[in-house]
């Protein structure tokens, strides 16, 4: 019988991470970072444009939101499975991350005018979804 159909792992072997699913986890990793990446660059342009500065305390404020939203989608959507599609995963994260996001900054007391989110939905999904689906072409 061979291992992994009912058999426990001997203790050595325990903790053993096949090369294939390696490299799922490593793509998933290298997926959350382009993510946060996307979701600083809205907050560091949107404050540009609107002269608030890029201080760190600044970004910070701006982004946990957007942050936690985007954490968020990634929960709800299990993206670490399928990192790179569009559907669910990609678009899960998106809206999540704007929903979320706006949701806390009303708790928080930041604004939140219709113009704002609108902007938040075209800039992140334009970003989250079109990575997603440059990277696909890319990796073919």
């Known amino acids: 019988m061979m291992r992994g159909q009912g058999q426990p792992q001997p203790f050595w072997m325990i903790g053993f991470i096949p090369a294939a699913k ?3 986890m490593r793509l998933a990793r290298v997926s959350v970072l382009v993510d ?3 979701v600083l660059i809205f907050v560091v342009i949107g404050r540009a444009s609107h002269t608030q500065g890029e201080t760190i305390a600044g970004i910070a404020s701006t982004s946990w939101p957007f942050l936690c939203g985007l ?5 709800a959507s299990r993206a670490w499975r399928r990192p790179l599609a569009i559907r669910p995963s990609g678009i899960a994260v998106w809206l999540c ?7 806390l900054r009303v708790l928080a007391g930041q604004g939140t005018a219709v113009a ?3 902007v938040a939905l075209a800039f992140l999904g334009l970003f989250l979804l079109g990575w997603r689906l440059l990277a696909r072409f890319v990796r073919r």
């Open 97 to 103: 991350t704007v929903a979320l996001g706006m949701i």
């Open 36 to 38: 946060v990446s996307c």
């Open 71 to 75: 954490g968020a989608g990634w929960a």
């Open 22 to 24: 390696l490299s799922g």
């Open 116 to 118: 704002f989110i609108i």
